[in-house]
């Protein structure tokens, strides 16, 4: 039989582990802010209908995370996505809080489609409908305050 001390020890010491390995494994969430990257002009008709401070997606990374878990942006913010070249595109609004405005350009930075109101969280496809080598990110509600229509042009400058 073997004595009964040496098996508690084993225990509580077990026990003690246990918590210290819980506590070594907490993970704390950052909050992503915006990080101005450039400028963006929108212009009709060569007036200038808004200016907006601009975060560019331009790599995969960037470009697959984009607005994902960012709580807030700003009225005068947007991030503005840069591909490689015009294609069709599909994004959705997958751990995306905010509701958005989402602006597709072709390679010429004239708009070519416009959605509005994308839904926060929604995983529904989003289609630019006319191929895109750009598209911009902007709260809902934006695209329709500042009169935003189909063959709008924009410039964008990197800071």
């Avoid at 305050?145 to 042009?153: F, R, S, V």
Wanted: glycine residues 6%.
């Amino acid at each position: 039989m073997f004595p009964r001390f040496p098996f508690w020890i084993g225990v509580i010491g077990l026990l003690l582990i246990s918590c210290l390995d819980n506590q070594v494994n907490r993970v704390t969430e950052k909050a992503i802010h915006f990080k101005k990257e450039g400028t963006l002009r929108i212009e009709q008709k060569e007036k200038t209908l808004a200016e907006f401070d601009i975060e560019i997606a331009d790599t995969p990374y960037e470009r697959q995370t984009g607005m994902m878990y960012r709580q807030h942006m700003e009225n005068n913010q947007g991030m503005l996505f840069v591909f490689d070249q015009a294609q069709p595109l599909n994004f959705y609004m997958k751990n995306t809080p905010l509701a958005l405005d989402l602006i597709f350009l072709n390679e010429h930075l004239e708009i070519v489609h416009i959605h509005k109101n994308a839904l926060p969280n929604n995983e529904r496809s989003i289609p630019s409908i006319q191929p895109a080598k750009y598209v911009l990110e902007l709260l809902a509600g934006t695209s329709e305050n500042i009169g935003l229509a189909l063959g709008d042009q924009v410039n964008y400058v990197k800071n």
